[in-house]
């Protein structure tokens, strides 16, 4: 016979199923000499046979149909006069019989699929407060009623949970007349903080708190020593207190500039927050309550939200803690974590980046490559290269590096040198002798320099596209690296270019022609971004893509060959080209667009031919150009100017082409990886080709060469570690060893929004929000407000007039283009897509750095 109702204080173990991880918790707190209100739980079954009227009534059916509050509301009455059947009758008078000589209690909720990792119901179910004993039968249906009210039910119906997999369980419980109470968080809610508790805390009962009606104190506790950190104390005007002959009212609180807890019951709160948490061993909410100088425990869940780090990453509390930086968030451009084999991929590009050592991977070194993340050991970086060259390398990607750096020198610099440190201090020696000679003739002769590197890309390409997975896959990777290497050895080809613009800036230092220098660093003709971009715009204007009506259209025609010969070359021209260039292009997990006729037709179609940025940069940098020509003729410097242009424009785009060979490196590797998973899959080995990309490559090494080697078991372990951190969809840039992310200080002051000034020019337009590339079309004039871009968004930025993105420096990919094009654009605008909508009309100052937004959309609408 199944149980109706458990006390606090049974020695069983009662299912979460049966009594809801609320109740679950309390008897095992209770259990655990914790001091909780003696209570009890109605379990599921006893609420049973009402469940089953109300799924089996006409109010539900009609409400499943269409889910209004007027029809959940229906099913509410009719679920508050349900009539308790004889067993429950029997039940709930044993229980008036247990609660004794208790005058007042409080009803909860204690749903089993409330306060579950994952899901959290919290504060959505109803609660009954001060409900005298006579009043328990009402108070117990209330209660179970509110399971079919609107909030529950669209919750579910949003979080993918079937409606009539409905449950519920009641706690009864003595109701604490409690002169101070709160809830507290066994980590830092606001910096995900591992060692900070945080505690909220008001005058009377906690229903003030979790119902929003008062502003709590707010107390900041170091969870190491016990130490208060930080403690804001609020005008706390009105309280919800207990009547002695039942129920509650809200009335002013008598002194509410007053601190609602003395130190001493700050530090009591924290502590028993601690205990929690050890006591669950996952970071922890609870709610607490002083009743004559009694410390309670009223409720634990578990914290749902916080961003957990991989166990490689952490440190132990109180060691010294380590920061580092998410590097495909700030660099690339996105916050979903590459494939295993993508990573693995990549881990090799990241390492042959200025020779073999100057990126050192693993704990001693550089980066750390852990489950489809990348990070910079910022730690290991200030300490390796010095605290100059760390930032500098580190904050030219994530802003709050720069903006904290002494800070983080002080805090997290690791104290001793590590050999992958020193072996990386003489790699950056060893390159730095064999460019020296190869810079000294790049000056000399840009020209020849500019066709020796265009020789070795088209070589590269041709040896890439003509890879064969007739060896193992390991050795075919192996072999397109040695390929890519050639390249990498060539990378500094641009360098000559970049000393040229500094040498263009000392010329006309004074002249103020800051924009005309600007505008001539513009489409840059060795810039193979700027070269897509190019071919986009003409592929755009061809008559016949005009005169397709959709992609599926241009799809259909171009496999069946019926464009014209003329444009069917200019296509596969340009897939051969760019059509390994996408989103996520550097994860070889990802499709190819050379592969999506349709995509591609999106972009080339949403291309404003006749008023784009690429039109309007190259007459601006063609008017720059003869004005600091003129200008240098005065002075004297004609052919000192003309000379160093020379060399910025042949050879300075030559810094985006190892990152445009990796992505076709990394294209034609998908394609081989695709027909390797195909044969596993003929084998019966993989249920799919694309789990290949589920394996790391020593794996699919091994599986090739052993056919009793189990990918399914290896594909389980590694993506183990991917589900665990599924649920974080915004991936913070930095985050230190104890879990604590650092913000960068958002600068909202009467002149604007402050960020990083990334591209030069002001602008005013509508703003445009995208948190995708191609959610929407972005129409000439607008200006594209983004949390951070990678090369999919290269033709967007052709229509866009300026760009304001949250993350990323002057290195992150649309910081690059924007340049290109000569977009004004700003970085790091903290939150710039919550606090802009799109339709507001905004102003980028590029030059300045600075975001004003002019007229909000709802008051031009009014």
Same mark, same amino acid.
């Given at each position: 016979m199944?149980r109706l109702?458990?006390q606090?204080t049974t020695?069983?173990q009662?299912?979460?199923?049966k009594v809801?991880?609320?109740a679950q918790?309390?008897?095992e707190l !209770?259990?655990a000499?914790?001091?909780?209100?003696?209570g009890?739980?109605f379990?599921?079954?006893?609420?049973?046979p009402w469940?089953q009227?109300?799924?089996?009534s006409?109010?539900?059916v009609?409400?499943k149909?269409?889910l209004t509050?007027?029809?959940?509301d229906?099913?509410k009455?009719?679920?508050?006069?349900?009539d308790?059947?004889?067993?429950?009758e029997?039940?709930?008078?044993?229980?008036?019989?247990?609660?004794?000589?208790e005058?007042?209690?409080a009803?909860r909720s204690?749903?089993p699929e409330?306060?579950?990792?994952?899901?959290s119901f919290?504060g959505?179910?109803?609660t009954?407060?001060?409900v005298?004993k006579?009043?328990?039968?009402?108070?117990?249906?209330?209660?179970?009623?509110?399971?079919f009210?609107?909030r529950?039910?669209?919750?579910k119906?949003?979080?993918?949970?079937?409606?009539?997999d409905?449950?519920?369980?009641v706690?009864?419980?003595?109701?604490l007349?409690?002169e101070?109470s709160?809830?507290?968080?066994?980590?830092n809610?606001?910096?995900?903080?591992?060692?900070e508790?945080?505690?909220?805390?008001s005058?009377?009962?906690?229903e003030?708190?979790?119902?929003?009606?008062v502003t709590?104190d707010?107390?900041?506790v170091?969870?190491l020593e016990y130490?208060?950190?930080?403690?804001?104390? /609020?005008?706390?005007?009105?309280?919800i207190?207990?009547h002695a002959?039942?129920g509650?009212d809200?009335r002013?609180c008598?002194?509410p500039?007053a601190q609602?807890?003395s130190d001493e019951k700050?530090v009591?709160?924290a502590e028993?927050i601690g205990?929690c948490e050890?006591?669950y061993?996952?970071?922890?909410?609870i709610?607490?309550?002083?009743e004559?100088?009694?410390?309670y425990?009223?409720?634990v869940r578990p914290?749902?939200?916080?961003i957990?780090l991989?166990?490689?990453?952490?440190?132990k509390?109180g060691e010294?803690?380590k920061?580092y930086?998410?590097m495909?968030?700030v660099?690339?451009g996105?916050?979903?974590?590459l494939?295993?084999?993508?990573?693995?991929?990549?881990?090799?590009?990241?390492?042959m980046i200025g020779?073999? %050592?100057?990126?050192?991977?693993g704990?001693?070194?550089?980066?750390?490559?852990?489950?489809g993340?990348?990070?910079?050991?910022v730690s290991?970086m200030?300490?390796?290269?010095?605290?100059r060259?760390?930032?500098?390398?580190?904050? /030219?990607h994530?802003?709050?590096?720069?903006e904290?750096?002494?800070e983080?020198?002080r805090?997290?610099k690791?104290?001793?040198?590590?050999?992958?440190m020193?072996?990386?201090k003489?790699a950056?020696?060893k390159v730095?002798?064999t460019?020296?000679?190869m810079?000294?003739h790049?000056?000399?002769?840009p020209k020849?320099?500019?066709?020796?590197?265009?020789k070795?890309a088209?070589?590269?390409?041709d040896q890439v596209?003509?890879l064969?997975?007739?060896?193992?896959?390991?050795?075919?990777a192996e072999?397109?690296?040695e390929?890519l290497?050639?390249i990498?050895?060539?990378?500094a080809?641009y360098?000559?270019?970049?000393?040229?613009?500094?040498?263009?800036?000392?010329?006309f230092?004074?002249?103020d022609?800051e924009d005309?220098i600007?505008a001539?660093?513009m489409?840059?003709?060795s810039n193979p971004?700027?070269?897509m971009?190019?071919?986009?715009?003409a592929?755009?204007c061809?008559p016949?893509?005009?005169e397709?009506?959709n992609?599926e259209e241009?799809?259909d025609r171009?496999?069946?060959?019926?464009?014209s010969?003329d444009?069917l070359?200019?296509?596969?021209?340009?897939?051969?080209l760019?059509g390994d260039?996408?989103f996520k292009?550097?994860?070889?997990?990802t499709?190819?667009?050379?592969?999506?006729?349709?995509?591609?037709?999106?972009q080339?179609?949403?291309i404003?031919?006749d008023d784009n940025?690429?039109?309007?940069a190259?007459?601006r940098?063609?008017?720059?150009?003869?004005?600091?020509?003129?200008?240098?003729?005065k002075i004297?410097?004609l052919r000192k100017?003309?000379k160093?242009?020379e060399v910025y424009?042949r050879l300075f785009?030559?810094?985006e !082409?190892?990152?445009?060979?990796?992505a076709?490196?990394?294209?034609?590797?998908?394609?081989?990886a695709m027909?390797?998973?195909? %044969?596993?899959?003929?084998?019966?080995r993989l249920a799919?080709?694309?789990?290949i990309?589920?394996?790391?490559?020593?794996?699919?090494a091994?599986?090739?060469?052993?056919?009793?080697?189990s990918?399914t078991d290896?594909?389980e372990?590694?993506?183990?570690?991917?589900r665990?951190v599924?649920?974080?969809?915004?991936w913070? !840039?930095n985050i230190?060893s104890?879990?604590k992310?650092?913000?960068?200080?958002?600068?909202s002051t009467?002149d604007g929004l402050s960020?990083e000034?990334i591209?030069? %020019?002001?602008?005013?337009?509508r703003?445009?929000?995208l948190?995708?590339p191609y959610?929407?079309p972005i129409?000439?004039?607008e200006?594209?407000?983004?949390?951070?871009?990678?090369p999919?968004?290269t033709?967007?930025?052709?229509?866009?007039?300026?760009?304001?993105?949250e993350?990323?420096?002057?290195?992150q990919?649309?910081?690059?283009?924007?340049r290109?094009?000569g977009?004004p654009?700003?970085?790091?605008?903290r939150?710039?897509?919550q606090?802009i909508?799109?339709?507001d009309?905004i102003?980028?100052?590029g030059?300045?750095g600075?975001?004003?937004i002019?007229?909000?959309?709802?008051?031009?609408s009014?």
């Open positions: 199944e109702c458990y606090f020695e069983e009662p299912e979460r199923g809801g991880a609320k918790a309390l008897i !209770t259990r000499n914790f001091l909780v209100p003696n009890l739980v379990t599921v079954d006893f609420f049973e469940l009227e109300i799924l089996g006409q109010e539900w009609e409400a149909e269409d509050r007027e029809k959940c229906r099913i009455t009719r679920a508050e006069i349900l308790f059947t004889a067993e429950q029997s039940v709930l008078n044993d229980v008036l019989e247990l609660l004794g000589e005058e007042l209690f009803v204690s749903s409330e306060d579950q990792s994952g899901n919290a959505i179910y109803d009954r407060l001060g005298r006579t009043d328990l039968p009402d108070g117990i249906r209330l209660v179970f009623a509110s399971l009210d609107l529950v039910m669209a919750y119906r949003q979080s993918g949970m079937e409606l009539e409905a449950s519920m369980a706690i009864v419980q003595a109701q007349d409690s101070i709160g809830i507290g968080f066994s980590l809610p606001k910096n995900n903080a591992y060692d508790a945080v505690i909220n805390a005058f009377g009962l906690g003030a708190i979790v119902g929003g009606t709590p707010i107390y900041i170091d969870k130490r208060i950190l930080d403690k804001k104390v /609020n005008q706390k005007e009105n309280g207190w207990l002959d039942g509650v809200k002013p008598e002194n500039k609602a807890l700050i009591a709160v028993l205990f050890s006591h061993g996952v970071p922890v909410d709610e607490w309550a002083y004559k100088d009694e410390l425990l009223l409720q914290i749902t939200t916080y957990p991989f166990p490689e990453m952490m440190t509390p010294r803690k920061i930086v998410d495909l968030n660099s690339q996105f916050a979903e974590p494939s295993v084999l993508g990573l693995d991929i990549w881990a090799k590009v990241m390492g020779g073999q %050592g100057f990126m050192p991977s704990e001693g070194g550089y980066l750390l490559n852990l489950h993340r990348q990070y910079f050991h290991n200030l300490k390796g290269m010095g605290n060259l760390g930032i500098v390398t580190v904050g /030219n994530d802003l709050v590096i720069k904290q750096k002494e983080l020198i805090d997290y690791t104290l001793h040198q590590t050999k992958e020193r072996e990386a003489w950056i020696v730095a002798f460019m020296l000679p810079m000294i790049m000056l000399i002769n020849k320099q500019e066709i020796l590197y265009t070795l088209n070589a590269f390409m596209k003509r064969k997975a007739t060896q193992g896959f390991d050795q075919v072999k397109g690296f390929y290497q050639i990498m050895k060539h990378s080809t360098a000559p270019g970049e000393l040229a613009m500094s040498r263009i800036k000392r010329i230092k004074g002249k022609l005309e600007a001539i660093q489409m840059v003709t971004t700027v070269a971009g190019k071919s986009q715009v592929l755009a061809e016949e893509l005009q397709t009506k992609g241009f799809a171009v496999a069946s060959k019926t464009y010969k444009f070359e200019k296509v596969e021209k340009h897939a051969f760019y260039r996408g292009e550097i994860d070889i997990a499709p190819r667009l050379r592969n999506q006729l349709k995509d591609l037709y999106e080339l179609s949403r404003h031919i940025q690429l039109i309007h190259e007459k940098k063609r008017e720059a150009y003869e004005r600091l020509r003129n200008e240098a003729k004297g410097k100017f003309e160093n242009a424009e785009g030559f810094r !082409t190892p990152k445009y060979m990796v076709v490196l990394i294209g034609r590797l998908h394609d081989l027909e390797v998973g195909e %044969g596993f899959v003929r084998q019966g799919s080709a694309d789990e990309f589920d394996l790391h490559l020593e794996e699919i091994k599986a090739e060469s052993d056919p009793a080697f990918l290896a594909r372990k590694n993506l183990t570690p991917y665990r599924a649920h974080v969809k915004n913070p !840039t230190d104890r879990g992310i650092h913000f960068l200080k958002r600068k009467a960020g000034a591209s030069r %020019g002001v602008v005013r337009g703003a445009k929000v948190h995708s959610e929407k129409e000439p004039g200006i594209l407000v983004t949390h951070a871009t990678e999919a968004w033709p967007i930025f052709i229509n866009a007039a300026g760009v304001v993105l993350i990323g420096g002057i290195l990919h649309g910081a690059i283009i924007a290109e094009y977009i654009c700003v970085s790091g605008v939150e710039a897509t606090m909508q799109d339709g009309l102003e980028v100052d030059t300045q600075v975001v004003r002019i007229q909000e959309w709802e008051t031009k009014t």
